[in-house]
């Protein structure tokens, strides 16, 4: 049989927008915090021009730089010279006139390109990130999210394909108030990193989150490596005596400690390790320690010795449930994951250290959010850093987060008394004094951990973290917070000295923003 058979065949490439603005991304108040605008920038046509003197000095006023800092920057290119990427709006028309007036078209280019500009500055640059000079997201949500924001254009008619906008959990004035006490810790403590965040402890979104040292995002090439890391979410060490929370937690879950019969602490707590004796020193003699006791005045021995006698499995487990072998998804690029390693692996004292925080690996976005098991529901909620997607032609809401719960974790029995242990830490006596602010029940546990120096595997000559947990109000949380700074090197090392002020600073910029109340009652 034969068969007529036509092989040639046609294709027409379908009609596609010929612009995509890339979406804008904004805090949970609508402010934006990311946004596409046209910027305008300088160029030369080497080969075109006549008289690079002249040149240089008609756009020299427009671009703020002298006319042998033109002639020498040109000389890097061959052809096509950028002598200024942005210029001042309110220069472009006057620089136009001039390119007319001395006949310079074809030898001076004035272009109109889109960019990105991010109005708050330094403020959770690391979490935004930035776009590349093609328009794509390389670093933070700018990365993560680049689909949504910067699709392929659409098919049809129309000319233009708008990203979808973004609305983050972020609160700027939260934002604000919280770089201001990282600054000031920057500033009187000279520590090499810090970090915060403070967490809604309702519905787990992240409301600020600050990582020092910073950079703005509109001097992106003025930045370093080290301040476009989010030290928040990425950086991962030992966090010391903030952990004994959750250390007394799973304690207390197991039930196998005698917890009931106050510890006598004189200063120090000998144990036996195979054939080894082990002493682990507290900052004081604590004298007489309860369950509260011993996070009001952070007991190291009252809770090696409680946790000595818990099964090491049933520990780990339930250290475990609070998040602490996990990574969080966020939205950002990056998911660091929080480390205990398992019992098998444990050496004689391996129990006992983790008890107070070292021997494992766990960030400050763990912390916080292991702090939502705290709550009277005892439910572990997975953190929420976006809060809805929308579209920007009709407004519809195309993704929008919803409260989870990973795991139910305590009762509230257990939840009450930890927190009632962390209230007693701001009471005169205890580490957290300092984090106290009138007529707000503020709850703390104050951390100063010692950092294993890798090269040497020593405490020793290692650094410290100072750091502070904290719920506030401390009988139904509204919001955790979490302060830490890594290496300070001024007149204090501790934790109750450098993050505990920040914390109560904090606390009074959310009762002058009308986020807490007050009550009207004197100072405890």
Not at 215 to 226: C, F, G, H, M, V
Not at 277 to 304: F, L, P, Q, W
């Amino acid at each position: 049989m034969l068969f007529n058979q036509n092989t040639s065949k046609s294709y027409n490439n379908p009609q596609v927008a010929s612009q995509v603005v890339r979406g804008t991304i904004y805090d949970r108040n609508q402010r934006i915090l990311a946004i596409q605008t046209p910027y305008w920038g300088v160029y030369l046509h080497l080969n075109a021009i006549k008289d690079m003197q002249l040149v240089s000095e008609v756009i020299a006023p427009f671009v703020q730089m002298n006319p042998q800092e033109i002639q020498n920057k040109a000389q890097g290119y061959t052809t096509y010279a950028q002598i200024k990427e942005r210029i001042d709006d309110r220069m472009v028309q006057p620089l136009l006139d001039a390119i007319q007036k001395y006949s310079l078209r074809g030898q001076v280019n004035v272009e109109k390109r889109m960019g990105r500009t991010y109005p708050a500055q330094f403020h959770a640059s690391q979490i935004i990130g930035f776009t590349n000079t093609e328009g794509y997201g390389i670093e933070g949500i700018e990365l993560s999210e680049e689909a949504h924001l910067n699709p392929y254009p659409e098919i049809g008619t129309a000319p233009v394909t708008y990203g979808q906008d973004i609305t983050l959990t972020l609160d700027l004035d939260i934002q604000y108030a919280l770089d201001v006490q990282l600054q000031q810790i920057a500033d009187q403590h000279n520590p090499d990193y810090a970090m915060a965040i403070v967490l809604d402890a309702v519905n787990a979104d992240i409301l600020g989150m600050g990582s020092y040292p910073w950079y703005d995002i509109n001097n992106l090439s003025a930045s370093k490596t080290e301040q476009r890391r989010n030290n928040a979410v990425n950086l991962l060490y030992e966090p010391g005596s903030v952990f004994k929370l959750f250390s007394l937690a799973a304690v207390l879950k197991a039930g196998q400690a005698q917890t009931s019969e106050t510890f006598d602490c004189d200063g120090s707590y000998t144990f036996q390790a195979g054939a080894s004796r082990i002493t682990v020193n507290c900052t004081a003699v604590h004298g007489e320690v309860d369950e509260r006791t011993m996070i009001s005045k952070s007991c190291n021995g009252a809770i090696v010795h409680w946790a000595l006698q818990t099964d090491a499995k049933a520990f780990y487990d339930i250290l475990t449930s609070f998040g602490f072998n996990s990574s969080y998804d966020i939205g950002l690029p990056s998911r660091a994951r929080s480390q205990i390693a398992p019992p098998s692996t444990w050496s004689g004292r391996s129990q006992a250290t983790i008890s107070f925080g070292q021997e494992l690996l766990t960030s400050a976005l763990h912390l916080a959010t292991a702090a939502t098991a705290l709550c009277p529901s005892g439910e572990l909620l997975q953190p929420n850093l976006i809060l809805r997607r929308t579209s920007p032609v009709d407004g519809s809401i195309l993704y929008e987060r919803e409260r989870m719960v990973i795991q139910s974790v305590l009762d509230s029995e257990t939840t009450s008394l930890i927190r009632s242990g962390m209230l007693m830490a701001t009471e005169d006596g205890g580490t957290g004094v300092r984090a106290r602010v009138a007529g707000v029940d503020v709850g703390v546990k104050t951390g100063t951990a010692q950092i294993l120096n890798p090269l040497t595997n020593s405490y020793e000559d290692g650094t410290v973290l100072a750091s502070t947990l904290a719920m506030v109000p401390i009988d139904n949380p509204k919001y955790i917070i979490y302060i830490g700074a890594g290496n300070p090197k001024g007149d204090t090392i501790w934790g109750s000295n450098i993050a505990a002020p920040a914390v109560a600073n904090l606390v009074q910029s959310l009762v002058s923003q009308g986020k807490l109340k007050a009550k009207d009652t004197e100072v405890r």
